[in-house]
T-cell receptor
């Protein structure tokens, strides 16, 4: 069945890099996504990667995709306190049916 | 201002009450979704509507009843809920279920507490 797994919590020091990892099951997903949820808000698309890509970089964000291992990661360089949020990994289960993980809560401390 | 608006933001109800959650999107989208967010659990897709037609019911108990009168509005009618139904209910929209990169636009959610 479809399943997206990610660790629930990550704590980093301000200025360090954060790496959030995710494993997924559906190898036919065309896109894989990272969504961000700030306190009291809904989810917002942060970035996505097309399945035929290995890496995508967008300013401080780097997405790495290992299709063989069905592993997706999000690296945030120079992590700031404003990056504190819950980060959701999602795979595409067909027809915009996104399958989300439980979310990784990123805490950034001074 | 978010393009997807959910009301009420907070709702407390007893198990015998009947209430409704409302979602409205101002983005001109044709697909709308209900998701359930519980602590430490994956987001659960509940229902999908595309051009007002239900295209997905993810084995949701009948005490949750969706309604989509037009492409801009989505309701979730609630009756005889259980305490385990307490969660954040998120509405989302997209251009349609087959479009582009599948970006969903979420509302801020309705926090439901069932006593």
């Amino acid at each position: 069945g479809e399943d997206v797994e990610q660790s629930l919590f990550l704590s980093v020091r301000e200025g360090d890099s954060s790496v959030i990892n995710c494993t997924y099951t559906d190898s036919s997903s065309t896109y894989l996504y990272w969504y961000k949820q700030e306190p009291g808000a809904g989810l917002q698309l942060l970035t996505y990667i097309f399945s035929n890509m290995d890496m995508k970089q967008d300013q401080r964000l780097t997405v790495l995709l290992n299709k063989k291992d069905k592993h997706l990661s999000l690296r945030i360089a120079d992590t700031q306190t404003g990056d504190s949020a819950i980060y959701f990994c999602a795979e595409e289960g067909g027809y915009n049916k996104l399958i989300f993980g439980a979310g990784t809560r990123l805490a950034v401390h001074p | 201002e978010t393009g997807v608006t959910q009301t009420p933001r907070h709702l407390v109800m007893g198990m015998t009450n009947k209430k409704s959650l409302k979602c409205e999107q101002h983005l001109g989208h044709n697909a709308m979704y209900w998701y359930k967010q519980s602590a430490k659990k994956p987001l659960e897709l509940m229902f999908v509507y595309n051009f007002k037609e239900q295209t997905e019911n993810n084995s949701v108990p009948s005490r949750f009843s969706p309604e989509c009168p037009n492409s801009s509005h989505l309701f979730l009618h609630l009756h005889t809920l259980q305490p385990e139904d307490s969660a954040l209910y998120l509405c989302a929209s997209s251009q349609d279920v087959r479009s582009g990169n599948g970006e969903l636009f979420f509302g801020e959610g309705s926090r439901l507490t069932v006593l």
